[in-house]
């Protein structure tokens, strides 16, 4: 019985996403969609304890999902003409036993971008892809995001909602849509895998399952989109600042880390990711370039032998493609090592005024660190305590209040 749940659970994980977009285009209603699929793991979860696992699990609930679709439109079909539409749309499908043999992926497809349809909120966008196109339970994504789990159920079913009644399509956008729609897609993966990154709110800085979570998001959109580099350039740049996770640790700074604890299958995968961004005769996007720059840091031998003249230049270009404050903040870094503090100090001192950098703990610690290059330890200090006043977690906290320290206690030698 055990064995048999614990089955289920890993079958929903991987064959929801496929059976909620076969579904969808099927009912055209995602919601529905999602009722019909559970519906179908609940009878998997009576039944397969007893009559045993089937070989072809994905293929059962498909099927059983599917009767229950006719089944749900014959009993309603004259309460409305919209259950007369599904009815006429499920008759013209192929029968229930042969519909498991039909292609899936323009069906994935069409549901991510369903999913990160830019109608909805971002909020709303990350949970529902993490709900129907990841598989996570409504507790899970809460937990992950550490928020309660109504306000994460009340996101989604306010997302399908909106979806319904702004009628959007189940559909690949056309070839003229395709990139801007493309891009709202990559900014939801993306932000999943910055928040395992470097995590906003809890105790650690990195949450490995979110940024996990991402990257098989971005590989199987990978698979979907093969001649779009820019999602083999998400994928690049996620998998190469993963492989850094276990050396990071709690705040070990990239200068610091030993290189050799950096997961290379992650390098040689995001590597290869990469080259396929950039062998397809097109434009480099935001996120090849950043992944071009991560690929800077991952082929030096030591963090002296980076190529900074080339990582400078990297991010100028990233300033003309995504031109932020933190772009430039991550520039003037790159600045420091191949110009020096002076010039660094100078690059950070021109966008010192940007409102979107008053709150941002981590501009303070890198102008502290060019100035303690510069002799200005009490200007260090001050800074390293703003900074950590801004810090999300205790332990950025921590560490920039011991930087601080120390700081002050170099000045008064």
């Known amino acids: 019985m055990a064995d048999a749940r614990r089955t289920v659970e890993v079958v929903w994980r991987i064959e929801s996403p496929r059976l ?50 006719i089944d749900l439109v014959r009993r309603e079909q004259n309460r409305g003409a919209k259950y007369a539409v599904l009815a006429q749309g499920l008759a013209d499908e192929a029968p229930a036993d042969r519909i498991v043999d039909e292609p899936i992926g323009d069906d994935l497809l069409a549901l991510v971008f369903l999913t990160c349809h830019p109608v909805l909120p971002r909020e709303a966008r990350i ?57 709202s897609v990559l900014e939801v993966i993306y932000l999943v895998f910055t928040e395992g990154h470097s995590a906003t709110t809890g105790p650690t800085w990195v949450r490995r399952d979110l940024a996990d979570e991402a990257m098989r998001l ?27 996770f276990d050396a990071r640790g ?19 995968h995001g590597l290869g990711a990469l080259d396929r961004a950039t062998s397809l005769g097109r434009p480099l996007g935001q996120y090849t370039v950043q992944a071009a720059i991560a690929a800077c840091h991952t ?16 991010y100028d270009a990233l300033a003309q493609l995504a031109p932020s ?74 560490l920039l209040m011991a930087r601080a320290a120390s700081a002050a206690e170099d000045a008064v030698r």
């Open 299 to 314: 082929r030096a031998r030591s963090f002296e032998d980076t190529d900074w003249e080339a990582v400078v230049s990297l």
């Open 20 to 69: 909620i977009a076969s579904l969808t285009r099927l009912v055209r209603d995602v919601g529905l969609a999602e009722e019909l699929a559970q519906d179908a793991f609940v009878a998997a979860l009576e039944q397969w304890p007893t009559t045993g696992v089937p070989d072809n699990p994905g293929a059962w609930l498909m099927v059983t999902a599917r009767h229950r679709a």
């Open 127 to 183: 949970a529902l892809t993490l709900r129907l196109f990841g598989g996570l339970t409504t507790d899970e994504i809460a937990r992950a995001y550490l928020v309660p789990s109504p306000t994460i159920g009340q996101r989604i079913s306010r997302a399908k909602r909106t979806l319904a009644e702004a009628q959007v399509p189940f559909e690949v956008p056309q070839a003229d849509q395709l990139p801007a729609r493309v891009d």
């Open 325 to 398: 404050p933190v772009v430039e903040l991550n520039r003037a870094v790159a600045v420091l090592h191949a110009d020096g503090p002076q010039a660094a100090l100078d690059a950070l001192d021109a966008v010192r005024g940007d409102p979107r950098l008053a709150r941002y703990h981590l501009y303070g610690a890198v102008r502290a660190d060019v100035l303690l290059r510069l002799g200005r330890r009490d200007e260090a200090a001050d800074e390293l305590e703003r900074a950590a006043s801004l810090a999300p977690t205790q332990r950025e906290r921590n």
């Open 218 to 244: 971005g590989r199987v959109l990978a698979g979907l989109l093969p001649r779009e580099p820019e999602v083999h350039g998400l994928v690049a740049l996620m998998e190469l600042q993963a492989s850094r």
């Open 250 to 268: 709690d705040g070990v700074l990239l200068q610091d880390q030993d290189r050799t604890r950096w997961d290379s299958a992650l390098i040689g």
